[in-house]
């Protein structure tokens, strides 16, 4: 039967919060939010209800390398022990690397995130996800600068995403390239044929997110150069296209709305202006910038210039945890000009305008899906969304869908 539930707070996000409010939940969606009046509501006291988060960028497979690698002061410096950190697990399906991607998916839950957007190499994740019923963008990652045949690479990979297809699933798959440093112009303009080959695919890259790869990118030196030749990556028919990295790509025709930027730390004026003209979203992931030695993004930028941004932990690898109330805590600190009610909104509807999923999640309204959580607010809290973005524990997180029905 159809449950009112009603809160000293509820944020819609697509409009102001809500004091005294409640919400509507029948079979599993949204039926109606309101204020005041609420009789016969289970009423869940002080706290604000507001939609489930959506962690835009994170690496599930690499769950079992938490604490494996130290924060750097450099990103190249951080790459190197990862690589070498990885070639430790020779086997993909290694159940160590299975229970920690099964445990960071049921972490990430405990802290209100209700869809992801996930990075993965080898696929691993795909039925891990859906075990879990935990809805989510699937980016098949190819990594080649220096690829014999792109177009069957891509055929390649296409041929192993059609195996982990589920017609109307949650979990969906598509495929993206990893960086402007580790993937051959070649290779990017293979995927981005496939992404036009299909409507309703949206792809991601690692973008403008080291001092290296503005290096790389503009001289084609320095130590992405390096580890290229040591790996026997190198294309010696490879040339510095000199400017930025998104000057790259687009030059590349790779950019557009469909693909989503990710970190951006380095992105200059021109670039994000560029950026907001095709409607692209940044995916930023402060705390891990932070951990890599890329530096804190500049959010305030991102902002003022009208960019789209999205929030993501990235992985354990180069964060604490998944709990994306604390990148918005982190966000709160490197951007304390922007209005809180700006972060929220992009750590749910941006990010999940972003993966396609916005007809279903991100915010509060009748017929999307009820993926709501409520957050205990403590007494003497009056700006709730600025409460919201100070860093929130996952003990005071409950699941609307977990309580009991009146």
Same mark, same amino acid.
């Given at each position: ?34 204020? *005041? ?47 070498? !950190? ?17 445990? !960071?998916?049921?972490? @990430? ?66 495929? @993206? ?42 001289? *084609? ?18 040339? @510095? ?25 380095? %992105?200059?004026?021109?670039?994000? !202006? ?10 930023? %992931? ?19 210039? *009208? ?12 964060? *604490? ?15 304390? &000009? ?8 992009? @750590? +749910?509807? %941006? ?16 017929? &999307? ?12 809290? +009056? ?24």
């Amino acid at each position: 039967m159809p449950s009112r539930y009603r809160a000293e707070w509820v944020l819609p996000i697509a409009d102001d919060p809500i004091r005294d409010g409640w919400v509507d939940v029948d079979q599993g969606r949204i039926g109606g939010i309101g204020q *005041g009046d609420s009789g016969g509501a289970i009423n869940l006291g002080r706290v604000a209800i507001l939609p489930s988060l959506v962690n835009a960028h994170t690496h599930l497979e690499l769950s079992h390398l938490r604490d494996a690698v130290a924060p750097t002061a450099r990103f190249i410096d951080w790459v190197r022990p990862l690589m070498a !950190a990885r070639r430790t697990y020779a086997d993909p399906a290694d159940p160590r690397i299975l229970a920690a991607a099964r445990a !960071a998916i049921v972490e @990430a839950k405990m802290a209100g995130t209700g869809l992801f957007g996930d990075v993965s190499n080898t696929l691993v994740t795909v039925p891990l996800l859906r075990e879990a019923g935990m809805p989510a963008q699937v980016f098949y990652e190819l990594i080649g600068f220096n690829v014999p045949d792109a177009a069957e690479r891509v055929w390649q990979a296409r041929d192993v995403m059609a195996r982990q297809r589920v017609e109307g699933s949650d979990v969906r798959v598509a495929l @993206a390239p990893h960086a402007p440093y580790s993937v051959s112009p070649a290779l990017f303009a293979a995927i981005r044929a496939d992404i036009d080959g299909d409507s309703d695919h949206i792809s991601t890259v690692h973008l403008a997110e080291s001092a290296e790869e503005l290096e790389f990118v503009r001289r *084609g030196t320095g130590p992405w150069r390096v580890l290229l030749d040591e790996l026997g990556a190198w294309d010696a028919t490879w040339t @510095a296209p000199g400017g930025s990295p998104v000057e790259y790509l687009l030059d590349l025709g790779f950019l557009d709305r469909r693909v989503l930027a990710v970190h951006g730390v380095q %992105c200059t004026g021109d670039d994000l !202006a560029r950026l907001r003209a095709l409607r692209i979203t940044i995916v930023s %992931c402060p705390r891990s910038n932070r951990w890599v030695g890329a530096g804190s993004p500049p959010l305030e930028a991102f902002y003022a210039m *009208g960019v789209s941004v999205a929030f993501g932990t990235d992985s354990l690898a180069s964060v *604490g945890d998944l709990n994306l109330f604390g990148e918005l805590a982190e966000a709160r600190r490197i951007a304390p &000009k922007v209005p809180a009610s700006h972060l929220l909104e992009s @750590a +749910t509807l %941006c990010g999940a305008q972003a993966l396609g999923f916005a007809h279903e999640f991100g915010t509060i309204e009748a017929g &999307k899906r009820a993926s709501l959580i409520a957050v205990r607010v403590p007494d003497g809290v +009056t700006d709730v969304e600025e409460y919201l973005v100070s860093g929130i524990e996952p003990a005071a997180i409950t699941w609307l869908d977990d309580r009991p029905r009146a």
